[in-house]
């Protein structure tokens, strides 16, 4: 009698991505049919990072690593009732200066959650969870990375050889990107010489994006000072094929900055602050060669390239941006704050974007959007080391995907290459 209608959990502004250092601004919402006494709720706001996976040899992998775990209590009841209808308990968390950008893996994932648990008083009582996940996005600038300017090179080729080719010639595929460090929203030019020396066109080509995860693990219960052992797993997050424009037989293909695909939102690379997950990122092209048996390709992995947060800029650029600056604003440490009386006025506020180092600020602001990759259902648990987590009311279904700084380049002008800003420049 009297039973929750609803418990759930917001956020100022239906904010879900902040940067380390901020404050999360939240309420614990209660709908009740009836009056009712409640004894208390109770919210764990926690950041954390947990490796789980069985190897092909049977053993299973695990580690953890905790970032913060805040429990406080929004309500004391005590004695005293809550009458029917809706009631709201805010709440604030500061995030620490320090932390890794979220990531939901198949093996692991770095993860920030509230958990809000009601208790009811009285022997019968019972108790109601619900629980929120929110995207921490942790800044990497591409200006400050020592190879993130260096061109990759691609060579790879298959020889005349065996029965079916031996009148026939080589296929070379010799190509060059014009960096290695890319932001999302951008897209990937390349240059080079496809050399097609068969007799039938190459009409299966085809350049992709690949992202490796590692996960880093000790096998379950065994001591603290076991080895530690890693397991990747990798998968294609973006792809360019040739299509309807085959290489002819006995021809060369030359590419002068030929655009391929862009760079879809993904999670920025080395997952900084994270000792037991690491992301990296690589190209990978394949060409089936023509007139042989369809296994006979040529398939070559770049070397890593960085995927940031923080776009490469010119030296005028950065010196013009820096002119024009503001002083970053002083983010309190303390880990609980009270909610100020009232909301901001603006809805669906985007979250301040940070800079980084290259005093980058008004060339472009990014939006957000979801992680390619895709996100996880989410269950209010009570074992900590267990996958966590549900629905916000911007979540629908049940699912939790982290977003990530998505820079348009798509719109950019011809003039300048300038991109329009999709988010005013908050926080800078």
Same mark, same amino acid.
């Given at each position: 009698?009297?039973?929750?209608?609803?418990?759930?959990?917001?956020?100022?502004?239906?904010?879900?991505?902040?940067?380390?250092?901020?404050?999360?601004?939240?309420?614990?919402?209660?709908?009740?049919?009836?009056?009712?006494?409640?004894?208390?709720?109770?919210?764990?706001?926690?950041?954390?990072?947990?490796?789980?996976?069985?190897?092909?040899?049977?053993?299973?992998?695990?580690?953890?690593?905790?970032?913060?775990?805040?429990?406080?209590?929004?309500?004391?009841?005590?004695?005293?009732?809550?009458?029917?209808?809706?009631?709201?308990?805010?709440?604030?968390?500061?995030?620490?200066?320090?932390?890794?950008?979220?990531?939901?893996?198949?093996?692991?994932?770095?993860?920030?959650?509230?958990?809000?648990?009601?208790?009811?008083?009285?022997?019968?009582?019972?108790?109601?969870?619900?629980?929120?996940?929110?995207?921490?996005?942790?800044?990497?600038?591409?200006?400050? *990375?020592?190879?993130? =300017?260096?061109? &990759?090179?691609?060579?790879?080729?298959?020889?005349? %050889? !065996?029965?079916?080719?031996? +009148?026939?010639?080589?296929?070379?595929?010799?190509?060059?990107?014009?960096?290695?460090?890319?932001?999302?929203?951008?897209?990937?030019?390349?240059?080079?010489?496809?050399?097609?020396?068969?007799?039938?066109?190459?009409?299966?080509?085809?350049?992709?994006?690949?992202?490796?995860?590692?996960?880093?693990?000790?096998?379950?219960?065994?001591?603290?000072?076991?080895?530690?052992?890693?397991?990747?797993?990798?998968?294609?997050?973006?792809?360019?094929?040739?299509?309807?424009?085959?290489?002819?037989?006995?021809?060369? *293909?030359?590419?002068? =900055?030929?655009? &391929?695909?862009?760079?879809?939102?993904?999670?920025? %690379? !080395?997952?900084?602050?994270? +000792?037991?997950?690491?992301?990296?990122?690589?190209?990978?092209?394949?060409?089936?060669?023509?007139?042989?048996?369809?296994?006979?390709?040529?398939?070559?992995?770049?070397?890593?390239?960085?995927?940031?947060?923080?776009?490469?800029?010119?030296?005028?650029?950065?010196?013009?941006?820096?002119?024009?600056?503001?002083?970053?604003?002083?983010?309190?440490?303390?880990?609980?704050?009270?909610?100020?009386?009232?909301?901001?006025?603006?809805?669906?506020?985007?979250?301040?974007?940070?800079?980084?180092?290259?005093?980058?600020?008004?060339?472009?602001?990014?939006?957000?959007?979801?992680?390619?990759?895709?996100?996880? %259902?989410?269950?209010?648990?009570?074992?900590?080391?267990?996958?966590?987590?549900?629905?916000?009311?911007?979540?629908?279904?049940?699912?939790?995907?982290?977003?990530?700084?998505?820079?348009?380049?798509?719109?950019?002008?011809?003039?300048?290459?300038?991109?329009?800003?999709?988010?005013?420049?908050?926080?800078?």
């Amino acid at each position: 009698m009297g039973k929750a209608k609803e418990i759930s959990i917001t956020y100022q502004n239906n904010r879900v991505v902040y940067a380390p250092g901020d404050v999360v601004h939240g309420a614990v919402s209660l709908e009740l049919k009836k009056p009712k006494k409640v004894k208390k709720i109770k919210v764990n706001a926690v950041g954390e990072s947990i490796v789980k996976l069985k190897m092909t040899d049977g053993k299973q992998l695990r580690n953890a690593e905790k970032y913060f775990h805040y429990t406080f209590d929004v309500y004391t009841g005590g004695d005293s009732e809550l009458n029917s209808g809706k009631h709201t308990f805010p709440f604030q968390v500061s995030l620490k200066p320090a932390l890794p950008t979220s990531f939901e893996g198949s093996l692991g994932y770095v993860r920030y959650s509230i958990q809000a648990n009601l208790e009811y008083a009285g022997v019968f009582g019972g108790r109601t969870k619900a629980v929120s996940a929110f995207t921490v996005l942790d800044a990497v600038d591409l200006n400050t *990375a020592p190879t993130a =300017r260096t061109p &990759l090179q691609v060579h790879c080729e298959k020889q005349a %050889s !065996g029965m079916l080719w031996w +009148r026939k010639n080589a296929v070379t595929v010799d190509l060059t990107t014009e960096k290695s460090g890319y932001v999302p929203g951008e897209f990937v030019y390349m240059n080079g010489l496809i050399v097609n020396g068969r007799t039938k066109p190459i009409t299966n080509l085809r350049i992709e994006l690949w992202q490796q995860s590692i996960f880093h693990g000790r096998v379950k219960n065994s001591s603290p000072q076991s080895e530690v052992l890693k397991h990747d797993v990798s998968s294609a997050v973006a792809s360019w094929t040739l299509g309807h424009d085959p290489i002819s037989a006995e021809s060369a *293909a030359n590419w002068e =900055r030929k655009q &391929l695909f862009q760079i879809p939102p993904v999670v920025p %690379s !080395g997952l900084r602050h994270c +000792r037991i997950i690491n992301i990296q990122y690589y190209f990978k092209v394949t060409v089936i060669i023509p007139g042989s048996i369809a296994s006979s390709l040529i398939d070559a992995k770049t070397n890593y390239i960085t995927i940031g947060t923080v776009p490469l800029m010119s030296p005028e650029q950065q010196q013009q941006d820096r002119m024009h600056q503001e002083p970053q604003p002083v983010i309190a440490s303390a880990p609980i704050m009270e909610m100020p009386p009232e909301l901001a006025a603006e809805l669906n506020a985007p979250p301040p974007y940070d800079p980084g180092n290259s005093g980058f600020g008004n060339v472009m602001l990014p939006s957000y959007q979801e992680a390619v990759t895709g996100g996880v %259902s989410l269950t209010a648990v009570d074992n900590e080391d267990a996958i966590s987590v549900v629905s916000t009311d911007t979540q629908p279904e049940g699912q939790f995907v982290p977003q990530y700084a998505f820079f348009d380049f798509s719109q950019a002008q011809t003039g300048g290459g300038v991109v329009q800003p999709s988010a005013p420049p908050i926080g800078l």
